[in-house]
């Protein structure tokens, strides 16, 4: 088992960029959470699927931040465009339905300057 | 879902047994302890959770008071590769996704 995948590990960009996180999940989980992590907020869900479909966004800080799903095997997370703010640690995680525990990524650290 | 409480540091020492505590004293009839742990620069990686019976797996073993206000998560023979952030986190099973991970209790493994 690969365990969840997200690309790139590292990622360094200007302000006003587009930047495009990926995850790739454990294969046959249905659900998929995108959460962040700074120092200030701590880690966070931003927006979680089931079945490729979005059911919480709440935590989408704002417009500028849309996550995808197109199917099973594969999510994006979009700033467009990036601030200096959004710098943090981007993790994906997976979980497959009946079971307690969600599996994390190994993130990927976002860098705006 | 209930608040938690946990020390925000404790240490140890290596093959010795960890004990880390956690309140949750406004936790609900329905409402299962997790706990997760960060190591360093990696993604959470869970641990174990409960409901009222006390649990017991490879890696760690969860008491639960009677009263289920507070929680013990004890790693038994800790090892310097244990060293990392603990997350105690209470919420229902199923049909709230939201994992509410607050500030953890900073474990540190002394040689």
């Known amino acids: 088992d690969a365990g969840v995948i997200q690309s790139p590990r590292h990622e360094v960009t200007e302000m006003g960029q587009e930047v495009t996180l990926r995850c790739k999940p454990i294969?046959?989980?249905?659900?998929l959470f995108w959460y962040r992590q700074t120092m200030m907020r701590g880690l966070e869900l931003l927006i979680y699927f089931n079945n490729n479909v979005p059911i919480d966004d709440s935590g989408m800080p704002e417009d500028r931040f849309s996550a995808k799903m197109p199917n099973a095997s594969f999510s994006t997370l979009k700033i467009q465009p990036s601030e200096p703010r959004d710098s943090a640690v981007y993790f994906c995680?997976?979980?497959?339905?009946?079971?307690?525990?969600?599996?994390f990524g190994p993130g990927t650290r976002l860098t705006v300057t | 879902d209930a608040k938690t409480t946990q020390p925000p540091s404790m240490d140890c020492a290596e093959g010795r047994a960890a004990n880390l505590p956690c309140n949750h004293s406004t936790i609900s009839g329905n409402e299962y302890v997790y706990w997760y742990r960060q190591i360093h620069s990696q993604g959470p990686q869970y641990i174990i959770h409960?409901?009222?019976n006390n649990e017991t797996n490879e890696m760690a073993s969860l008491i639960i008071t009677e009263d289920r206000k507070s929680s013990t998560l004890i790693l038994p023979h800790a090892t310097l590769r244990d060293t990392a952030v603990y997350y105690c986190?209470?919420?229902?099973?199923?049909?709230?996704?939201?994992?509410?991970f607050g500030t953890g209790t900073r474990l540190t493994i002394i040689p």
């Open positions: 995680a997976s979980r497959r339905q009946g079971t307690y525990e969600q599996y």
């Open positions: 986190i209470v919420r229902v099973a199923f049909g709230n996704e939201k994992l509410t």
């Open positions: 294969s046959g989980h249905d659900y």
């Open positions: 409960g409901l009222k």
